[in-house]
């Protein structure tokens, strides 16, 4: 059975960092596509970093020179660096892997606010 579980996650205020966390169990991340999502109220989830099987990253705008996504294979975990951050930040962060099918974490909450 498949388990990614995010953490790190928690109030900021405007301009601070955090890092988030997300470790996996029944699957390996060195050789899925991985990636991390983010849903703000009353609006659609969106992908906000991605690092595929052989290290590539892409990011959405918005992102773009404030976080990084990041993998270490030996402790089958991804993170996301994420500095600067502002309100619009504000968000349910999911991990997400696709290796045949979609898995997704169950989300970690993430508040700018001053």
């Known amino acids: 059975q498949v388990q990614l579980v995010e953490s790190g996650g928690g109030l900021v205020q405007p301009g601070g960092s955090l890092r988030l966390s997300c470790e996996g169990s029944?699957?390996?991340?060195?050789?899925?596509?991985m990636a991390w999502f983010r849903q703000a109220p009353g609006r659609e989830r969106e992908l906000v970093a991605g690092?595929?099987?052989?290290?590539?990253?892409n990011y959405v705008d918005s992102v773009k020179g404030r976080f990084t996504i990041s993998r270490d294979d030996a402790k089958n975990a991804i993170y996301l660096e994420m500095n600067n951050l502002q309100p619009e930040d504000t968000a349910v962060y999911y991990c997400h892997a696709v290796l045949a099918r979609a898995y997704w974490g169950q989300g970690t909450q993430v508040t700018v606010s001053s």
């Open positions: 690092i595929v099987n052989h290290g590539t990253t």
């Open positions: 029944g699957i390996i991340f060195k050789i899925a596509n």
